[in-house]
């Protein structure tokens, strides 16, 4: 484990950029990277962004997909994650508007939305790279504890625990985190060619514990990681506690 989160930050940039530099892309095979919202990748898209400003990456030749985004938040609203990842990442990076996804919580047609997310991934995959963090309840994208594992992109519920948690982004009023989210599915994520999980602080010791301790179950969402052989895992010590 590493000392803290900003460690946590620093090294999975470096691995993130070295990622993409290695690979060899052209205009109709772009490194494609699966990105996450959240407290924890921050410290990467900070590290990330002084790579770049260093030199030492470009996102020309990357297309991201984000893993999920909320329902009913107009991309303005400034904790919709459209508004979040413009914010923390996107704008400043040399990645340009068309290259970077979200599913769109405001469609009319949310289940059409969630095929058409899901087909998009289809035709650009596999992603090269799917970074990570995990909910207190073990949660992986939007994927709630009970999840089936064999899920795809779809409309979902977001559990109390969940609600509770990210109030601090909506006033710390539980009732105004929205009910659903669009969210990639267990099986989605699990088709990328490699999956960089970050799991920063005590609260998260029990989520990574089940990660990579437990048995593989729907009650632990982040779990299913055990299924797929490539999977790194970056941590900080007060995560290990309950190893
Ligand atoms: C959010 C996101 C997840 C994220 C998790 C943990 O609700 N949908 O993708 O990994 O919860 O968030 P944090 O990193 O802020 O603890």
Redesign the pocket.
């Known amino acids: 484990p590493l000392a803290d989160a900003e460690q946590v930050g620093h090294r999975a940039a470096r691995h993130i950029a070295t990622r993409i530099r290695e690979f060899a892309p052209d205009e109709q095979r772009p490194f494609v990277l699966g990105l996450?919202?959240?407290?924890?990748p921050l410290p990467t898209y900070r590290a990330l962004i002084r790579l770049h400003r260093a030199g030492a990456v470009s996102f020309r030749h990357v297309l991201t997909f984000n893993?999920?985004e909320y329902v009913g938040l107009p991309q303005a609203h400034p904790q919709s994650y459209h508004a979040v990842m413009q914010a923390q990442l996107f704008r400043h990076l040399d990645l340009p508007r068309h290259r970077h996804h979200l599913p769109d919580g405001m469609a009319g047609d949310l289940h059409a939305e969630c095929r058409r997310y899901e087909a998009l991934l289809a035709q650009h995959g596999p992603v090269q790279l799917f970074l990570?963090?995990?909910?207190r309840n073990g949660?992986l994208?939007?994927n709630e504890p009970g999840a089936p594992l064999d899920s795809r992109t779809r409309v979902v519920s977001l559990s109390e625990a969940?609600r509770r948690a990210?109030a601090r982004f909506f006033h710390d009023t539980p009732e105004r985190v929205p009910e659903r989210a669009l969210t990639v599915g267990l099986a989605t994520l699990l088709e990328a060619e490699e999956i960089v999980l970050l799991v920063t602080g005590a609260h998260k010791a029990r989520a990574l514990q089940a990660a990579v301790e437990g048995p593989v179950s729907p009650q632990w969402p982040v779990s299913a990681l055990q299924r797929h052989p490539n999977t790194l895992i970056f941590c900080d010590h007060a995560a290990t506690r309950a190893l």
Do not use: E
């Open positions: 996450p919202t959240g407290s924890t893993m999920d990570a963090g995990v909910g949660h994208a939007f969940t990210n």
